[in-house]
């Protein structure tokens, strides 16, 4: 299943320079990096950044990351998955701009 992650551009050219990263300020604080499904990815973008431009969409393979990823309740008592250790290049299936569209974050069609 893919999971989705969204950075600012700057926190994915730290992730694609250095190889691997703790994430996100708010990943740092909680101590874990957040994901979120498909369904989840949209509200996301809405609630934690909204009207922010030069987003980018990280998709990941959440089985690949074996017994660090994690599925916890959150927001609105939803599971999301939460990563447990570091977030590696190597993790990255791929990754697209987010842009933004009347205010609202475009996301790339056929999202799983």
């Keep these: 299943m893919l999971i ?7 926190e994915w050219a730290a992730l694609q320079a250095a190889g691997e990263t703790d ?20 509200e996301t ?7 922010v431009e030069g987003l980018m969409l990280l998709a990941c393979e959440g089985e690949a990351m074996g017994d660090a990823l994690k ?20 993790d990255v299936l791929w990754s697209k701009p987010l842009p933004l569209l009347d205010g609202m974050h475009q996301f790339p069609e056929g999202m799983e």
């Design 4 to 10: 989705y992650k969204i950075f600012h551009a700057d």
């Design 23 to 42: 994430g996100a300020p708010i990943d740092v604080s909680d101590g874990f990096v957040h994901f979120s499904t498909a369904e989840q990815a949209a």
């Design 45 to 51: 973008a809405a609630k934690h950044f909204a009207s």
């Design 71 to 90: 599925w916890e309740v959150s927001r609105g008592g939803d599971l999301f998955p939460h990563l447990y250790r570091r977030l590696r290049m190597t």
